[in-house]
């Protein structure tokens, strides 16, 4: 068996802490990819560069994909309503965990004010149906196997797991605010009273 060494990693656009990316490499957490999932991006969205970034008071893109529980989640469907749409690396990592349950904690409040909490990751739907179960999670969970939709919010995909980032997308269906350097044990409770 091949041993790797683990050095303490810095954050990489504040998305991966060693914590995580050693669960991922030692194999303890979610790593079923390879499949793709029916999550798109409709033809007509354009192309998104690293160098060019969905911009605060831009039309969020729009998509289509599958939720874990079944649902059809498409964000053009959302309009008239605040969609928080968060990206988080990986299925069972303790901060998905943890953004997870924050979120979820937070719903009820969320969900009579009008606001629609979407998960995304590069996990299968299989993946993420066993970690909402799992966690109770009321909102869905879909699947980014491709990093199609990242890749059009020009959020960063490294060796698969896609970056921290929260985008909260107003009624109109533009966005609002794009949180980019997440930080998890406060992140919540800031795009909640954002939305409020």
Known sequence: ??????????????????????????????TAVGQ?????VPETAPSVSAAEVVAEGAPAPDFVALGHDGSNVALSSLRGRTVILYF?????????????LDFRDAWQDLRRQGVVVVGVSTDTLEAHKGFAERLGLPFPLISDVGGNIARAYGVPVVFGLADRRTYVIGPDGTVEKIYRDVDVETHVVTVVSQVE
């Open 1 to 30: 068996m091949k041993h790797l060494t683990l050095r303490p990693c810095a954050r990489v656009r504040g998305a991966f802490l060693g914590i995580e990316l050693a669960l991922l490499l030692s194999g303890c957490a979610s």
């Open 36 to 40: 793709q999932e029916a999550a798109s």
């Open 88 to 100: 988080y690396t990986r299925d069972e990592t303790p901060l998905a965990i943890r953004e997870a």
